[in-house]
């Protein structure tokens, strides 16, 4: 990976890049905007490329089923990437495909980014991603607090649901093309996979 020489200035002492392990948010804020997705876990930077069109179809389907569960329960807010979500102490920042906010945690909504665990995260599969989201993001999340996270696989079209329980995920139940997806954290929510595959 070659990184363009930051624009801004920089004050701290190291080099540039900095180290894998010293990374800090000031640090990815610098970052050239060049259509990678850039993450910092652990003071690690991760990058992966742009989301494939597959990837983006299964996430509007998503949004779209999400939001018409939440227009018939209003508060909390469900957002898409790039969203910029703070980790302290874990990851400076990381961003999820989509996540939500319950009413009653909106406080860590910055005006630029999440300050804090979401309550639900998803991810959606990818090739270059889905190891990434299967370890790396999933002992994140756990480790972070985030209460479901749900790693959708196109290919596969299934929806595998996850929730915590204490400081680790237990499965919930993978749904297959044939089930209705169900939430521990989402009360009555019932959509097809099915209808979620379909648009990829």
């Known amino acids: 990976m070659t990184l363009q020489t930051p624009t801004k200035p920089i004050t701290r002492k190291h080099r540039w890049p900095p180290p894998q392990g010293e990374w800090t948010y000031a640090d990815y804020a610098r970052l050239p905007d060049n259509h990678f997705r850039y993450e910092v876990i652990h003071g690690e930077l991760h990058m992966s490329p742009a989301p494939t069109i597959q990837h983006q179809r299964i996430i509007y389907a998503l949004i779209k089923y999400l939001a018409q569960y939440f227009d018939k329960r209003p508060g909390g807010e469900l957002l898409p990437a790039p969203v910029d979500v703070n980790l302290p102490r874990l990851a400076s920042p990381v961003q999820p495909d989509l996540l939500y906010i319950t009413q009653e945690r909106l406080h860590i909504l910055a005006k630029q980014t999440v300050e804090g665990a979401p309550d639900l995260v998803i991810e959606v599969l990818s090739p270059g991603t889905a190891q990434y989201d299967r370890t790396t993001k999933f002992q ?22 996850y929730v915590l329980r204490g400081h680790a995920y237990a499965l919930l139940a993978q749904f297959q093309q044939d089930d209705i997806l169900t939430s521990e954290l989402l009360p009555d929510l019932a959509i097809a996979v099915r209808d979620i595959c379909s648009h990829s």
């Open 140 to 161: 994140l999340y756990a480790e972070a607090g985030v209460r479901e996270y749900w790693l959708a696989d196109p290919d596969a079209c299934a929806i595998e649901v």
